[in-house]
Every structure is written in structure tokens, then in C-alpha cells.
């Protein structure tokens, strides 16, 4: 199967910029979409951002100007660079992988972002 291992979570301050990592290791396929997802405490899980092989994306409303996805096919790594962060955007991130034409997901663990005030 699939394992996404992220990376790049932590403390950061409301303004300041993070760049969260996931790199896909197992059953990979080069054509995926992959992306980001978040769940804020009390909240249900909610898409970020989203990128297909050939580098379509998609973004929330929230987060559109702000953060910006890319990926490294080579390496099967996506990554997430968050710029202007805001308290509100305080959630646990997980990655997330899926096959073109296939209907299984696969996650990470998730990393913790936290951006205080």
C-alpha cells in the first residue's frame, strides 16, 4: 500500500510562513492527486489545497493567496508553503494521496500547526 509520512509542522507566529513536507513511499503511482487537508478542534476535516500530476490545483477560499501547493513527481512529495498565517488556520494538516481512477484514500498522521496571536 501507500505510506505519506509529513513533516514541517510546528509553533509559528500569526504573519509568519511554514512549508509543511509529505513524502509517499509503498504502491505509488505517478499519476495521483495529491493534497492537504485540515481538522481544527471541534471542526470537521476540510481540503486546503489539492495538486494533480500534471500540476492542476485547486485551494480553499480561505487560504487562496496565502498558501501554495507544488509537488516533485520524481520524489512522490508534496508540499504545502503557508505564508500570512492566521490563528484560524490552527489545525492538525494530514496528507493525503489518491489514485486517478481508484477510490481509496490514503493518509498521514498528521502534523500540528499552531499559529498564535
Known amino acids: 500500500q501507500v505510506q505519506l509520512v509529513e513533516s514541517g509542522g510546528g509553533l509559528v507566529q500569526a504573519g509568519g510562513s511554514l512549508r509543511l513536507s509529505c513524502a509517499a513511499s509503498?504502491?505509488?503511482?505517478?499519476?495521483?492527486?495529491m493534497g492537504w487537508y485540515r481538522q481544527a478542534p471541534g471542526k470537521q476535516r476540510e481540503l486546503v489545497a489539492r495538486?494533480?500530476?500534471?500540476?492542476?490545483?485547486n485551494y480553499a477560499d480561505s487560504v487562496k493567496g496565502r498558501f501554495t501547493i507544488s509537488r516533485d513527481n520524481a520524489k512522490n512529495t508534496v508540499y504545502l508553503q503557508m505564508s500570512s498565517l492566521k490563528p484560524e488556520d490552527t489545525a492538525v494538516y494530514f496528507c493525503?494521496?489518491?489514485?486517478?481512477?481508484?477510490?481509496?484514500?490514503?493518509w498521514g498522521q498528521g502534523t500540528q500547526v499552531t499559529v498564535s496571536s
Open positions: 493525503n494521496l489518491k489514485h486517478n481512477g481508484g477510490t481509496r484514500d490514503y
Open positions: 509503498g504502491s505509488v503511482f505517478s499519476i495521483t492527486t
Open positions: 495538486i494533480t500530476s500534471g500540476g492542476s490545483t
